[in-house]
């Protein structure tokens, strides 16, 4: 019995006119981002490390300008593309980043990102680069630091095409041992993992 095979550059054009892999539905955030899971969250970031590192940063850096905070937040971005990394790599060692981005190895993989930021909407630590180092602009901050010390701002979902999952940011006020608030956090949700975890539990 013989098998048909087509010519190889038949079958490269076939292969090229497959349709691209389309995107899932967008998954249901409410269901999703539980209260369980917004515990844990708090779980983590409620602790000393992350309560010392941003008083200790919004006393260093108290009655910040705006024309200094876009400075730094300009020496980052550029910082990005240069060899030499001063900024970024004194944030990224810091035992804060060091703590972040153990917690999202724990994970495994169900955090994409993690960041802790001052009064001031800068970063403290993280556990990976973010493309900015000034998050006051933006709803995050806006949202949640701005807004009262229980705010809690649940992002829209968003299609990463590059690594083909949903993603979501979670963002909350950071308060102190005394309840009042010194910054905010950020927690970036890899919503295809928990989708496929609760699949599975259920």
Known sequence: MHRFRLPLASALFAVSILPAQAEPPQPDVNKLVSPALIEEMRAFIDTEIVRVSVDAQNKRLTDL??????ELDNQWKAERE???KPLI???LSSPLSVYLARIQG???GLYAEIFVMDQN?????QSSVTSDFWQGDEDKFQKTFDVADDAMFVDAPE???EAKIWRNQVSFTLLDASKKKIGAVTVELN???LERRLLAAS
């Open 82 to 84: 240069a060899a030499d």
């Open 159 to 161: 299609w990463d095409d």
């Open 65 to 70: 300008s705006q024309e200094k905070i876009d």
């Open 121 to 125: 909407g800068l970063n403290v630590g």
């Open 191 to 193: 919503l295809t993992e």
């Open 89 to 91: 790599a004194a944030t």
């Open 106 to 108: 724990k994970s495994l």
